[in-house]
């Protein structure tokens, strides 16, 4: 266990000693709530840094309470990437950040200064780090229809319509995570060609890093995640939501099947009381932060229990 300014310390020594033009670099990760930002500042103000955000859902304009973004007097603070960059209906992906994340890095690089890698999204770690397929734009119109395809024949249709033109593909996919399987259907109609024909064709990252995983006892981190909620909906969360949704925006999009933002839609729509909607954002919050962790065990990653 150590104290925030301890592991700042201990990173800012490391990073000087280990510096060069293809790293390593650092990354911060940790579950959501775990306070990743607030020692994500000090150090980068530390080491002349400028932060790479990895959170998948911070890089739009219009989602800020419930992505509990960074505030105004942060990112003045520390120069940061890929916040509020994109609106809701423009398409961007693990593979998207990843090609633009390393193209980042070699601009921040010439500048003179250190890139810092934040954030909790688990796919755009693991592409920063490990690389990803080139695959090609799809038309958004073809996920459209996928997803109506869904909603009108099920998700067994479209998992045995996968084992047809993509078997290794549909060998690989568990056919309950439809968006997975939609996402192989959506390349195989909208490029030509079956996923697996990318994934042949791996990019590998031109950096190395060093991956720094933030943790707390669980029920501290749970207090922590129950607090963050409260406040998000003290801020505004509700009226965030139905400012989107009064823009036009379709409570379909799949930017928002987000926790925080699905669990809204459903009570403006009379699915449940608030109280009812409070509970579930702090309930499925606290399993997201569980399927985090899980997920950077599976790597040879530093753990760091913060105080």
Not at 103 to 132: I, K, N
Not at 205 to 234: H, K
């Amino acid at each position: 266990m150590a104290t925030i300014q301890e592991i700042i310390t201990e990173l800012v020594t490391w990073q000087r000693a280990h510096l060069s033009e293809k790293g390593p670099f650092l990354i911060l990760a940790g579950p959501t709530a775990v306070g990743k930002t607030d020692l994500s500042l000090e150090l980068a103000e530390q080491l002349r840094a400028e932060i790479i955000s990895a959170d998948s859902r911070q890089i739009y304009r219009q989602m800020t309470i419930g992505t509990a973004k960074p505030p105004p007097e942060a990112l003045r603070r520390v120069p940061h990437h890929f916040i509020d960059e994109l609106d809701l209906d423009e398409p961007f992906s693990a593979g998207h950040f990843a090609f633009a994340a390393w193209e980042r890095m070699a601009e921040v690089l010439a500048r003179g200064r250190v890139p810092l890698v934040v954030g909790g999204s688990t796919l755009y770690l693991y592409a920063l780090q490990f690389g990803l397929a080139e695959i090609p734009d799809v038309d958004p119109s073809v996920r459209r229809w996928l997803n109506e395809r869904l909603q009108t024949e099920g998700p067994e249709a479209l998992y045995a319509e996968l084992q047809r033109v993509d078997p290794q593909a549909a060998a690989r996919l568990d056919p309950t995570k439809t968006q997975r399987v939609i996402r192989a259907l959506e390349v195989y109609h909208g490029t030509g060609q079956p996923i697996t024909c990318y994934y042949r064709h791996h990019r590998a990252a031109p950096y190395t890093f060093r991956t720094i995983v933030l943790y707390r006892e669980r029920p501290e981190l749970y207090e922590r995640i129950n607090r963050r909620v409260d406040q998000m909906l003290a801020a505004g969360l509700v009226d965030e939501v139905r400012s989107i949704l009064e823009a036009g925006y379709s409570p379909d999009l799949d930017v928002l099947r987000t926790i925080g933002y699905q669990e809204v839609i459903a009570h403006l729509q009379g699915a449940y009381d608030q109280e009812t909607m409070r509970r579930l954002i702090q309930r499925n919050t606290r399993r997201y932060a569980k399927r985090q962790l899980t997920w950077f065990r599976r790597f040879d990653f530093d753990w760091y229990r913060l105080d």
